[in-house]
């Protein structure tokens, strides 16, 4: 049996641990790894998995051993496979434990999640260490075959689909969150995002719209925004507030099965961060990303370029809709709502590029944006659901141990 360290610096959100708890139990569950999950901060990996104690240093949850990554480090037998997430840097004591051994492990940085055009360039691209005969491989997820996938569970999609046919499964569902059924006339929205400005102005339109909107917000950041919205002190779960055709119900933190699940039922789904971008693309629904904000502005390029892959095939019109909302949202009102001039465009679908330097554009509200947005829904939901067809033959688990395998033999030879 082949085994796996991956190693998890949790910085200040959720998609860090949420992608290297997928990933683990995925290793272990369906490939019959030996993993252990090393984690700095337990208290937040509870947030996602209840059953996580964060007082005991050595723990096992759906077949992963889980420890604690304190600053004084144990001395321990590296793995086979080693996956440092997200350029968290491995303890010295481990790295000098690895270099002794004679079968090396393969060393693995796992990278964020990007669809700019350099990433194909540099996926499983060796970094040689320093001063130790040691070599790291740089890992990229994407959205294409040059790049290393998405995280796929082998049963997901049967699974939501199921879930999906189901009438009952979904009313329970609904129940146990304690939130009424979906009304035939109502949009029903999950809201994940961190602190944003646009909400207001959103909250606003959904509230004097023609048609009633039911927003699910899980505990998290923009609860004070919520709040502030319907004039309240605070906003804690269980409240629901109403204006107009809104309706907001606040909901305790959603574990991580429970919220793919929150996904599968609603309409449309707000999320943030990168575990829980890739979760609502599995989803099969429309969907409107908060990228991570960066001082420098350098996510607004990551978002261009994967709203540039995304409507690839999407109708002018559509594409425009969607790029207005998600830009409008993310910080850049008005960027690529209406006529653009640019010389690059959409591979493959005749559109332009959108929210170049070349670009002119027109401002749009974030009112109009999604109601621009709704006047496509029914497009947007087919283009999701072509999507993920797209996307589920490109496994970042499969793909993570096809490589695996591949500079074993190597070495080996």
Not at 291 to 312: E, S, W
């Amino acid at each position: 049996m082949y085994s796996c360290d991956i190693f998890c610096a949790v910085v200040d959100n959720y998609g860090d641990i949420g992608v290297c708890w997928r990933l683990a139990k995925q290793l272990s569950n369906e490939h019959g790894m030996a993993v252990r999950l090393w984690v700095d901060d337990l208290a937040s990996f509870s947030r996602l998995c209840p059953e996580i104690n964060p007082e005991l240093p050595v723990q096992h949850s759906h077949g992963v051993k889980i420890r604690h990554w304190s600053p004084a480090f144990p001395e321990t037998a590296p793995a086979h496979l080693v996956i440092e997430a997200f350029a968290c840097e491995l303890p010295q004591r481990y790295v000098a434990a690895m270099a002794k051994q004679q079968h090396k492990p393969v060393w693995i940085n796992l990278e964020y999640l990007s669809a700019e055009d350099w990433v194909a360039g540099c996926h499983r691209l060796p970094s040689p260490h320093p001063s130790l005969p040691l070599v790291k491989y740089f890992f990229f997820p994407g959205f294409t075959h040059q790049t290393g996938g998405l995280l796929l569970e082998r049963d997901l999609l049967a699974r939501r689909d199921a879930f999906q046919r189901d009438p009952q499964a979904i009313a329970a569902f609904w129940q146990a969150l304690g939130v009424p059924p979906t009304r035939p006339d109502e949009t029903r929205v999950s809201l994940f995002c961190y602190e944003n400005p646009a909400l207001p102005e959103l909250f606003a339109a959904w509230a004097a719209g023609s048609a009633p909107v039911c927003c699910l917000v899980p505990e998290g950041r923009v609860l004070p925004q919520v709040a502030d919205f319907f004039g309240q002190a605070q906003a804690v779960p269980g409240d629901v507030f109403k204006r107009g055709n809104l309706e907001v119900r606040v909901l305790p933190f959603v574990e991580q099965e429970r919220y793919d699940e929150l996904l599968w039922a609603c309409d449309i789904n707000f999320v943030r961060g990168e575990d829980s971008c890739a979760r609502a693309q599995w989803a099969g629904k429309p969907f409107v990303w908060h990228i991570y904000p960066q001082h420098d502005g350098v996510h607004m390029q990551k978002l261009r370029a994967f709203m540039n892959l995304y409507c690839t095939g999407l109708p002018t019109e559509a594409a425009q809709a969607l790029h207005g909302l998600w830009e409008g949202w993310n910080g850049e009102a008005g960027q690529g709502a209406s006529s653009v001039n640019s010389t690059s465009g959409l591979p493959g679908s005749g559109l332009p590029a959108f929210g170049t330097s070349s670009g002119q554009v027109t401002s749009t509200s974030s009112g109009q944006a999604w109601n621009d947005f709704q006047s496509h829904g029914s497009m947007l939901r087919q283009h999701a659901y072509t999507w993920v067809q797209q996307l589920s033959g490109n496994s970042l688990a499969l793909n993570l141990l096809d490589f695996f395998r591949q500079v074993g033999r190597i070495r080996a030879s």
